[in-house]
């Protein structure tokens, strides 16, 4: 008989991640604040395209508002997206366990 090659280090490792509930918490935990810092480094970004014209030591009230109304359609939009998505998992989730019955 041929003998089985012994796990490697990344499998065994990846056995543990992959049991441990407490990090695999610990890792949703982390990925929400990486997306939710992505996020905010989007926002960032378009609205500055949208509402700086040219960079000074204050913000003219046309830029204030640009970015306030910016900042207020992403958040809306980022969440009528996410609730979207959700429907989405629950009305799949829904549509499996009727298949399964």
């Known amino acids: 008989p041929v003998p089985c090659p012994s796990p490697t280090k990344k499998y065994l490792l990846y056995l ?3 049991t441990d ?9 982390e990925s929400q604040k990486q997306r939710f810092q992505q996020l905010v480094h989007q926002m960032t ?3 500055w395209e949208k ?6 030591p204050k913000l003219d009230s046309r830029a204030e508002v640009c970015f ?3 900042v207020e359609r992403f958040i809306d939009t980022s969440q009528f997206i996410l609730n979207r998505l959700e429907q989405t998992q629950r009305s799949k ?9």
């Open 68 to 70: 306030v109304n910016c």
């Open 51 to 56: 509402c700086m014209d040219k960079p000074g």
């Open 93 to 101: 989730g829904s549509f499996s366990e009727t298949m399964d019955d």
């Open 45 to 47: 970004e378009v609205c």
């Open 21 to 29: 509930p407490q990090l695999q918490q610990f890792i949703e935990v």
């Open 16 to 18: 543990f991640f992959a």
